[in-house]
């Protein structure tokens, strides 16, 4: 079955809230941007290592937020070990099960999985997710950057450290998912 190409694009705020933007765009949805402050606990991780589709779309889909960043006068956000971690968990998680959310098929939320990052402490987080059928970065990052919400994240400035998770399931709704989850100190 040939997939015609569909995007979607999500931020949660507590309130899952629809951007007006959102109609717009056929296939295209938006939410407002999720935002947390959470308290670093001492864990032990209760996930192991995640495996990527592509290690190198991860860089460089981190090379152009950080691009989008330098050319708004932000400075770069250096790659996260564990939000690379969590995020990998996130974008696996919604290829291999065909949806599509903040929230994982388990039910935990975007909240609860920064409670998982062990070894690395931040005052606050941010998430965005994107998914589209043709595994382009370039598309992601005008999409990113064409949404208030998803911008605002992206150029935050309190944002120190980011990870990319890029995971793919040809068997799956949109193919290509990313999750980028943002840290800041």
């Known amino acids: 079955m040939k997939r015609s190409p569909k995007i979607v694009l999500a931020l949660v705020l507590v309130l899952i809230l629809s951007h007006p933007a959102a109609a ?47 050319a708004h006068g932000l400075p770069p956000v250096a790659r996260s070990a564990g939000l690379t971690r969590i995020a990998r968990f996130h974008s696996n998680d919604m290829a291999e099960n065909n949806f599509f959310s903040h929230d994982g098929s388990a039910g935990e939320t975007f909240f609860e999985r920064m409670t998982w990052i062990c070894d690395e402490s931040y005052s606050s987080y941010g998430e965005i997710i994107g998914a589209n059928s043709t595994g382009s970065i370039d598309w992601m990052i005008e999409l990113w950057m064409d949404s208030p919400g998803h911008r605002a994240i992206i150029l935050g400035a309190g944002y120190t450290h980011a990870g990319v998770g890029f995971a793919y399931d040809p068997d799956s709704q949109y193919g290509y998912y990313w999750t980028v989850d943002f840290g800041g100190r």
Do not use: F, K, M
């Open 24 to 70: 717009q765009v056929p296939g295209y949805t938006s939410y407002l941007p999720l935002i947390a402050s959470a308290p670093q606990e001492s864990c032990a991780w209760p996930i192991p290592p995640q495996p990527t589709a592509s290690e190198q779309v991860e860089l460089d889909t981190l090379a152009a937020i950080n691009a989008q960043r330098s």
